[in-house]
């Protein structure tokens, strides 16, 4: 590729509570070339996931922690430039893990090759994606949803939650989401067709979510945690099930949170109300990739399910479109276009 | 009945914290007379549990609270002293729920009936009854025990923790328990086959468990809560289970603890470790009955799983045998001789 750079954003800095602009750094390096087995990849989207916090920091976790000076990681769609592996051509749009950055080599681990004519591309991201499947899995494995069942999730409008409750509806359940703001709410009952939507920033939202949940809650998709687990803690029915599959609301945290020790009360209704909590992540469940793909895809062509998403141009604003994130300031699946 | 009289102990007050004798009340009433389609029972074992801890205070569990006034709860082997009902006669002996009193009547349900040539008849209320199911359900179902797995069990010398301990020794598991003191760490290695045994009163528990457990823990079977689940907690590997089955720890708290707040801590492992909390009670596995009686009872004949009693004399002394059972004190499946 003569002439052309390729730009890449880093771990500058490992952030302490929220991330902030100087946690990360804008580098331009040469484009890589492609050895024997290998393609030349180039972005055109990237997905910016609240996991994403996880991996800036040094804790221990399901996946290793970025060093400083790392590529940031992040799934990707890009066009195979140049090949030398086979299977792959010039032209092939594929969907990886390429990271922040403008160009990657691979040698095809991780890579799916996608059909431009099924769908859009970027759905490999979203609905047709990481989320979407995690919504799927976590949903059906550890909610195991049953039709009458109540089920909660926040983050609603989010990749995750809208499929979440979607898929809730589709089998039979009432689906109450969570979101920030009157204009998300209206999205999940006018677009998405949640049964009930409830604004957490509304002084009274414990209130509103117990009004929305008359017969108790079954199913809490946890995704957040903070405010919205106390709102839905004292709702939980007898032998509700609670897939944990995100904290963000406590990404940011520096220290545990002052007393009293809620821990005692938590293990106390878990024993009496008979509940169950499973954390999981979607590489958990990697074997239902294909049950996965083949019922989500149907439901879209069917129109049974719907999405949003919000596209942010430019490589360079994915820092900031990760803070707003991480703050609930997306409406719908945060997507970059990094290739205009 | 001529000239007998029915002693029962009933609730004279709900405990604040620790119970104590005053919350008790030995009470004198006629024997009762069976009517058509019900036995007269004569208790001959009383068996004492921690739930009747939770059963003392007026909160909503499980199962609804006992009343001021009620006859307090509780398995017992009884002898039928009367019966007008099909299918039971004199001298038959009956395991059951006449709670604490000499004399009860019943109408059948929930009676079961026992032979004395195939076992001693309490142990229908230790390994061969609802602790010994308690351990074998939660293990089996919620525990998955696989070879090899490291299994970690408190109150390892009562009826649930020592047979949880046994059952995971015949699974392939190794089987690590804490217990009260010297001598019932010895009984557990000794008598019992555990691998490793952990006083609870050591000042340096969770190192002596960090020690003994060097692969981590997959299994921890949770009836205590307290000091037990804090050294537990950082041990616990990636998909560790957790059958939450007592928190006998807590029973007696009356506010909840001082902070830091561990919630969100807990939350954040169930999700970074994929860890799965499940609480149940033994009726959710009712179904499980048969399984367990059939294999349960050839394990003893065998001599592949063992069983200890503590033996309290006179129904006078339960109310001192409970409070003593609360703070650790039995040694062994705690029961009362009622009938001398």
């Known amino acids: 590729m003569p002439d052309a750079q390729n730009r890449r954003i880093v771990l500058a800095a490992r952030p302490k509570g929220e991330p902030k602009p100087s946690d990360f750094r804008l580098e331009t390096a040469p484009v890589p070339e492609p050895a024997d087995g290998q393609v030349l990849l180039r972005t055109l989207w990237l997905s910016l996931d609240p996991y994403m916090r ?17 590529v940031m990681v992040g799934g990707t769609v890009s066009e195979v ?3 030398k592996l086979h299977g792959f051509a010039a032209g092939d749009v594929v969907q990886g893990y390429a990271g922040w950055q403008d160009y990657a080599v691979s040698d095809g681990t991780g890579l799916r090759k996608l059909d431009p004519g099924l769908a859009p591309v970027q759905t490999s991201l979203g609905v047709l994606g990481m989320p979407g ?17 109540t089920v909660v999730v926040a983050a609603a409008t989010g990749p995750v939650g809208s499929m979440v409750g979607q898929i809730a509806r589709l089998k039979g359940c009432r689906a109450v989401g969570i979101a920030g703001g009157p204009e998300k709410c209206r999205h999940l009952i006018e677009d998405l067709g949640f049964d009930a939507a409830i604004d957490h920033r509304s002084p009274d939202m414990p209130e509103q979510l117990a009004q929305a949940c008359p017969k108790g809650i079954d199913i809490y998709f946890e995704n957040v945690g903070g405010a919205v687990w106390s709102a839905v803690f004292p709702l939980l029915n007898d032998f509700a099930r ?3 599959c995100g904290l963000v609301a406590h990404y940011n945290d520096t220290a545990p949170p002052p007393g009293p020790d809620r821990l005692p009360q938590l293990m106390s209704a878990v024993l009496s109300r008979r509940l169950t909590l499973r954390g999981f992540i979607v590489g958990d469940f990697a074997s239902q990739a294909e049950d996965f793909g083949r019922e989500a895809s149907q439901w879209l062509r069917e129109g049974r399910i ?18 707003g994130l991480l703050q609930g300031h997306n409406f719908g699946k945060l997507l970059v276009r990094v290739k205009q």
């Open 54 to 70: 996880g991996r800036m920091s040094a804790a221990k976790s399901y996946a290793k922690p970025l060093e400083i000076g790392d």
């Open 81 to 83: 430039v140049e090949s």
């Open 133 to 149: 499947m995690t919504a799927y899995t976590g949903l059906m494995n550890i909610g195991q949803p049953k039709p009458g069942e």
């Open 242 to 244: 609670i897939p944990v």
């Open 306 to 323: 719907k999405y949003r998403e919000d596209v942010v141009d430019g490589l360079e604003n994915a820092p900031q479109a990760l803070i």
